[in-house]
């Protein structure tokens, strides 16, 4: 029986769970380490070994390991191509490419004023952090714009990348999810008529339902 996979960082943390929705998709075993971050454990030497920037996630398979979210999750579906959601990273270089490029959206576009949106909205009340007013109304605005190119795609194609839920969709969750439930943004996702479907459709998942339940357990 294969080792299962490592994966360090707390459910909490976006950029592990969205690891968690990929390892959950694909059915791979994993092991989830806890990492006690109000402790500085992301920043110990031993832990910099595996995550040289000191953030969560990390990722071990067997000798191999790994951060960025993101890579981490393309490595899981181009070592199990046959296993779990087979169409999570497309079948065929045309799909692929069309993945990848949604991907990068995310990365690139989607999740440079969301993230900041959740910090202020989310994090910095319970961090005790003062909020930047001037910084969430322009990332409001920055992300308002962001998600009318979505509706636009999603008046298309059921999915970003086409017909079939794809990591491009996955890659989206944790911030979506953060916005939709934990503050008065919402609306820019629920409130237009494509997005606000994808949004039902990708968020009521198997897998992310479990991600939502880790994320409720004490970690
Ligand atoms: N691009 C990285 C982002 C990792 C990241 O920002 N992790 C945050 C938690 S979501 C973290 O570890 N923050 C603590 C720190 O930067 O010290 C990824 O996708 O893995």
């Not at 969560?56 to 067997?62: G, M, R, S, T």
Request: charged content about 25%.
């Amino acid at each position: 029986m294969a080792t299962p996979v490592k994966v360090y960082g707390p459910p909490l943390s976006t950029a592990v769970s969205r690891v968690l929705a990929c390892v959950l998709e694909k059915d791979v075993q994993f092991q989830l380490i806890p990492v006690n971050m109000s402790k500085g454990e992301h920043k110990s030497p031993d832990f910099l070994k595996i995550q040289p920037f000191g953030q969560v996630p990390a990722f071990q398979d067997e000798d191999l390991s790994l951060f960025e979210s993101r890579a981490i999750c393309r490595y899981l579906c181009e070592k199990h191509p046959g296993k779990g959601n087979t169409k999570l990273y497309g079948t065929n270089p045309l799909v692929k490419a069309s993945i990848d490029q949604w991907l990068e959206a995310e990365g690139q576009t989607f999740n440079p004023p969301s993230s900041i949106l959740m910090l202020q909205l989310v994090f910095a009340p319970r961090m005790k952090i003062k909020q930047d007013q001037t910084l969430i109304n322009q990332n409001e605005e920055k992300l308002a714009k962001v998600l009318e190119v979505y509706e636009k795609r999603l008046g298309e194609s059921r999915f970003l990348a086409g017909d079939e839920f794809s990591l491009a969709d996955l890659s989206h969750l944790p911030n979506a999810h953060y916005l939709v439930n934990a503050t008065d943004k919402g609306e820019l996702f629920t409130s237009k008529k494509n997005v606000g479907r994808w949004w039902g459709e990708i968020s009521s998942r198997d897998s992310w339902k479990k991600v939502v339940e880790m994320q409720k357990q004490k970690n």
